[in-house]
């Protein structure tokens, strides 16, 4: 057990994921078969992954309302309150909110009730301004007071636009609630969740801190989607709820941020990269604070080759601005980084059919339990890169139109299988090229999803990672974000299913 061959073996005869066509295998004997994505699978692991989900939520034993990283408590010991898994899991749940069964939405009300009490008592814990970053919590709410990569200001950042969603489907559904969960997120003059981040967020989105990936300080590209995003939405509730001043302010603070996350596209590179040092020390940060930041390493700079480039677009997008999912800059983010892990794992050597694995970043040396090993492959990683891509079909759909350039052309040709264009070419909705690309696109999203179904357990759990060689889960097992991944990239699947039919390739 254990062998390549065995998990190969095992999931080609136990998974019914894979459907293998029959009469693709007849007409492309040359080809290995190709196996679709069925509906039906990746609803079933959708049930599972909510449930698996749901269970890290108020875990007995902590306070109402907490998200627990992932159950196990060593090697690794995930069991604390990330300020970011959590926002990103509740976000999961309101993106899956209107779509779910009355039962579920049921369910769900009341532990987002409780998720917003718990954020104000974090807040209430975090003894000085400085701790609104605190990346993580014990269960109870108290501050995790320990070493570690603090702070992480993409926390409040996400927290805040979390809140905001909350209050506004409080509003949109006329809960009884409603005014008090506004209250509770957005005044002027009282303490609020939403307020206290946004204050925050607005006065330090120019500090070092720590990535998202809890390793290194600096200036990330990921924060800084974020931060945008939250001050994009906190000038709007500042203006609904009359504080005109604050609304100011965040607004002032957009027109820097954008300029700051222009520079992080590297067009000699052709992608976006995760953080910049040379270049915030060179924009005049402090060097001595630069330098003697904590875990400050040469070895840091490495290609900045990061697939939470493509997170912050999935988790951070503000329609209508910059680095959406139809900027040529994410789409050729896209393509070095699926062309970077293709080449690095071996288990995507294995199954070409299935798509590639996605991991963190190319230099990555974290396995799931120590620090100076090979890193792998990761769901949420595989998962987000499909979500990306039918998000960038919903957008291309919704634009009616694909202007090929000089930046985009290469993923068009390699990635949604575009035979033959010419740089400066608008292909339209109608014409069969449109089709086709976005067609493309969902074969490769799909073979995405094959990808993580695959490697998954039998009962549906999911580890943060996938071994690089032999395809089993690795890490921490059922992983929140891991199990929020799949719900979110089932979600756009599903809008997507909607405008585009299943190619047949
Ligand atoms: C090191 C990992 O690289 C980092 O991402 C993780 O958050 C910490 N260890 C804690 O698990
Ligand atoms: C490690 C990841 O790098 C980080 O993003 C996450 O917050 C923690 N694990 C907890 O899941």
Redesign the pocket.
Known sequence: MGSRFMKDFIAVTLNRGLVFSALCALALPALAATPTLSDQDLQQQAHRSLEFLLQNISPEGSARGAVVAAPSRAE?D?YYHWVRDAALTFDSLFTIYDDAAPDVRARLRPLFLDHLEFNRTLQANSSTEASYGEPKFLTDGSLFTGPWGRPQNDGPALRAASMIRLQSLALREGWPQANAIQRKVYDARTPSVGKTDLEYVAHRWRDWNFDL???VFGLHFYTLMAQRLALTQGAQIADALGDPGAADFYRQQLAPIEARLDTFWSASAGYVRATLYVESLLRGLPLASALTGPRFRLADFKSQLDASVLLAVLHADVPGRSFSFDDDRMLSTYLRLRDSFRSIYTVNGNHPELGTAFGRYPE?T?DGYR?DARGNPWVLTTAGAAEFLYRSILKFHENSRIVITAENVAFFTQVAGLSSAAVGQTIVRGDARFTAILGGLRHEADRLLLRVLFHKNSDGSLSEQINRENGFMQGAPNLTWSHASILTAKHYRDRVNQIVRTPRR
């Open positions: 690794p995930y990936w809890e390793e990555d974290y620090t």
